[in-house]
């Protein structure tokens, strides 16, 4: 029973296996055919595959194809269907790219592109060809391509320093981990050697060439080895999926966890390719940390902190960015609690003066405070020439000149003033004026201008206040002593001052944006609506992030807007409007400072909610984004998407309602209209059929005549009933207003309804002074003829049906009221209704006579209401606000 449980699979587990194939059974599959290095036949071999798939009956293309002008690859190429390439104007040149629109077009089951790793020429798309591959995967195409090992981002500067040459063209390492299939082309360095002796790879100037140097076989073997290791990984890797998603236990090492630290150093993208190498080979997990610490950083040290934050997203690796005053602090907390068994870091490359300050060493430290996580060190393959100039390095700055001036010509006027009175001070308490100056600097400026302020300050009180004057040289131990101590107490005051006053700033900073972001989240709750949604979001990015925005939803086809619907700065050329387009098809940004489309001015982000793509929003940059901004704006950004979609599905469920009553109403007028015409068509079929196939006494025919009539009346009925409810529904109803008396209103009313009235016993009550009254005789006898009728259908024969007319106060009120059953209490708000019929109404009726009654008392500016009469039986009570004669005004004047 235990083990039983014990093998069970989870449901959540499940259900994310389940997702996860269905996302993949709607891209096309990715095959690779990966060598060591050019030569080894990997085209050759994906031409042969595609081949003997082709002669088994799948459509197969050509993207492109290199052949080189090799013959036994030319000969398999031949018979092949390719699609046309298209050709590129640079610099003078025409360049030739695959089409990529035409391939997606086409929409073969298999296309062959050749040279994953590849650039592709400006002015493409994309700026790499495994862009356009994932593209085209995304539209449900297999893709046969190729690679060889040294274009993989993390083993490019192995590669390099294995064979000398530089690699220019890599792919993240994710392209190649995600494809469906790898198979490996393998060839022993003799063979590859001999094929190029041959001339079967280069022409034989170029093969002498490569086999001195590329081609050496100590370099083919190192090539080929890494290429077998990484595919063997790879195996291993698909192996232990298996086990996990079959659920089958084996004895794999589990639980391994890596954290790589990443700075503005310009070494940190080998640490981070050797990391992701190293998590591979271990079959771990692997993420980056990044500490802000109050060191600001240069526009340089910026620049190239970037740069290795797109490396570490190329190579698939997560990244974290915390925040803490010191650097090992930040990376041992963060690596507790995301329970880190490794931790990687370069080895400390650069000594300056400032780090003859600092309490123990970075390794060290982060050694002694690591306790059980393990600590990777990766070393220096600088040469040496480089490693003077590493370690003889003054310390970086970040306060400009200007800063350094100000803080000189301060601590002079300060000294000046002090010397003036330092005969009535002393020039014990000129040191303390002194330190009270690099205290208050220290607020206000960083840590260059202050340790300059605590220098100098010192250096001027020892100069020009300690005896003996106007020399370096202290007489007196205490004042040796008080020199040494005012220097210290001035540097470390002003530093600490000034970290302080730096770590407020960045507190400052992450509450202003938490505060944003709750101001954000409590509007974007509040707000009904897309356009409300869509102001706020503009709002509040001009606020926060000073950038001008346009946002572009999707229609209720699933297809991008065309057009902006908000007001905005931004006009969209149709270039543009492709780019947001492909945006948002790909629920990836493109645009300035991306690799993708970056010719343009906008960068482009999709408004990607939790379940799908919103549309996308573009913003006009005018500086790359810090770590902290990008993080902030991707949280911006979610929480707008969050909110359109949920203001979608809002929509979407408002629009399901509507189907849904419509679909109601119709089915209840559908079954309604069909009962009420089927019984007085079949009446005057069945009586009309009767008087012309036989001869009946005239008594009989009387009685069959009378049926037609009565049937024709009721047929007639339901007609002006939906002919009513037609006007009342497209507002066309416009009250045609003349003098009317109420007795001829309700005597026609009666007169019509004389035989439905005939088993009750009707009365009125009009009062004798009843003035004539300015209504639409139509409308209001329509509406006194559908609550009698109304009465008469639901009170008992024999019993009173009263209807009363009285005039007060500018209104005409009109009370008609039986003895019925009434209504149940809970039904009284919906009698009104349209096609509402009561649980225990009688058959027949549409359920419109009611819903009539209040639309045309509304065009009256009226108002209806229905209650129950205490003894039992219904009262309907109506109000139109109305003019009387001027005869029947003086009248009332004078009762």
């Known amino acids: 029973m235990n083990s039983f449980e014990d093998n069970r699979p989870n449901p959540d587990e499940l259900l994310v296996s389940l997702i996860n194939e269905e996302e993949k059974s709607k891209r096309g599959k990715l095959k690779i055919f990966f060598g060591m290095c050019a030569g080894v036949g990997k085209t050759y071999t994906m031409l042969e595959v595609a081949r003997a798939e082709k002669l088994k009956g799948s459509d197969i293309v050509i993207g492109i194809v290199e052949t080189h002008k090799r013959k036994e690859t030319s000969e398999l190429v031949e018979g092949m269907e390719i699609v046309p390439r298209k050709k590129y104007e640079y610099k003078s040149t025409t360049v030739e790219e695959m089409d990529l629109d035409a391939i997606i077009a086409r929409k073969p089951q298999i296309v062959l592109v050749d040279e994953l790793a590849h650039t592709n020429a400006p002015g493409s798309r994309h700026t790499k060809r495994y862009q356009d591959v994932q593209e085209i995967l995304e539209h449900g195409i297999n893709v046969y391509t190729t690679l060889n090992v040294q274009h993989l981002e993390s083993r490019s500067e192995t590669v390099a320093q294995i064979t000398g040459i530089i690699i220019r063209e890599t792919l993240p390492d994710e392209i190649f981990e995600n494809a469906d299939e790898v198979e490996v082309i393998d060839l022993t360095p003799d063979e590859l050697l001999q094929r190029l002796s041959e001339g079967k790879v280069y022409t034989p100037e170029r093969s002498k060439e490569a086999i001195e140097n590329f081609f050496r076989k100590g370099n083919i073997t190192a090539l080929r080895e890494m290429a077998l290791r990484i595919v063997a990984d790879r195996v291993d890797k698909q192996l232990h999926d298996y086990m996990q998603q079959k659920r089958i236990k084996g004895p794999w090492k589990s639980g391994l966890h890596l954290l790589v630290a990443v700075g503005p150093s310009p070494y940190s993208g080998k640490l981070l390719r050797w990391a992701k190498t190293l998590s591979y080979s271990m079959g771990g997990d692997i993420q ?149 100056l690099v205290s208050i600097l220290a607020i206000f400026y960083g840590t260059g201008p202050i340790l300059l302020a605590a220098t100098l300050s010192a250096l001027i009180w020892n100069y020009f206040f300690i005896p003996p004057q106007f020399t370096l040289h202290i007489d007196k131990p205490l004042d040796v002593l008080m020199f040494v101590m005012f220097f210290i107490i001035a540097l470390l005051n002003g530093i600490l001052t000034s970290r302080v006053r730096l770590q407020e700033k960045n507190t400052r900073v992450r509450e202003a944006r938490t505060h944003a972001l709750y101001q954000l989240t409590r509007e974007l709750s509040m707000a009904t609506g897309i356009q409300e949604v869509s102001k706020i979001a503009v709002r509040y990015i001009h606020k926060y992030f000073n950038l001008e925005c346009a946002i572009i939803l999707k229609n209720d086809l699933n297809k991008l807007d065309d057009h902006v619907k908000h007001e905005t700065n931004i006009k969209f050329s149709e270039n543009e409007l492709s780019i947001a387009a492909w945006v948002f098809r790909h629920s990836s940004k493109a645009g300035k400072y991306t690799d993708t489309l970056p010719s343009t001015i906008y960068t482009f982000y999709p408004l990607t909610g939790i379940n799908e793509n919103m549309g996308i929003i573009a913003v006009e940059h005018t500086h790359i984004f810090t770590q902290g901004e990008e993080q902030f704006w991707e949280a911006f950004i979610s929480q707008i998407s969050g909110k359109f979609e949920r203001e979608y599905l809002r929509s979407a469920a408002r629009k399901a309602y509507k189907l849904t009553e419509s679909e109601k109403l119709y089915k209840t007028l559908f079954n309604s209209i069909s009962h009420e015409l089927r019984i007085p068509v079949a009446t005057i079929l069945g009586a009309s059929d009767s008087l012309l196939s036989q001869a009946f006494p005239e008594e009989t025919r009387t009685k069959l005549y009378s049926e037609i009539s009565i049937a024709s009346i009721r047929l007639n009925r339901l007609i002006e009933n939906l002919l009513n409810m037609s006007r009342l529904e497209s507002g066309r109803i416009t009250p045609r207003l003349d003098w009317c008396d109420v007795h001829d209103l309700v005597h026609k009313v009666f007169e019509t309804l004389s035989q439905e009235l005939q088993p009750f016993q009707p009365s009125i009550v009009i009062p004798t002074d009843m003035p004539l009254v300015y209504i639409d005789y139509g409308l209001v006898e329509q509406v006194l003829h559908n609550l009698v009728l109304n009465a008469t259908q639901n009170a008992p024969a024999g019993s009173n049906i009263r209807i009363k007319f009285f005039y007060d106060n500018g209104f005409l009120t009109i009370q008609v009221m039986d003895r019925g059953k009434g209504f149940p209490e809970a039904e009284l708000n919906s009698v009104f209704n349209k096609f509402y019929r009561g649980k225990d109404a009688t058959a027949g009726g549409t359920g419109l006579g009611l819903s009539i009654v209040k639309g045309f008392v509304e065009a009256h500016q009226g108002s209806v209401i229905a209650k129950n009469r205490s003894n039992g039986g219904a009262i309907f009570t109506i109000k139109i606000p109305v003019k009387i004669s001027e005869m029947d005004s003086l009248k009332k004047h004078d009762d």
């Open 288 to 436: 980056a940390i990044h500490v802000e610490t109050l060191h600001k950083l240069t526009p340089k040290e910026s620049g190239q902190l970037h740069k290795n934050m797109n490396l570490a997203r190329q190579l698939g690796i997560k990244i974290r960015v915390v925040t803490n005053y010191d650097v090992v602090k930040g990376i041992v907390d963060f690596a507790q609690k995301e329970n880190v068994t490794h931790i990687m870091v370069g080895k400390p490359r650069v000594r300056n003066l400032l780090s003859m300050f600092r309490l123990g060493n970075f390794v060290n430290k982060l050694i002694r405070f690591s306790g059980n996580i393990d600590v990777y060190i990766l070393g220096s393959d600088e040469s040496a020439k480089d490693r003077f100039k590493d370690r003889v390095s003054i310390p970086s700055f970040t306060s400009n000149i200007r800063q350094y001036l100000t803080i000189s010509i301060l601590v002079a006027l300060t000294a000046g003033a002090s010397y003036l009175i330092k005969d009535l001070i002393g020039y014990q308490v000129v040191s303390f004026v002194l330190l009270f």
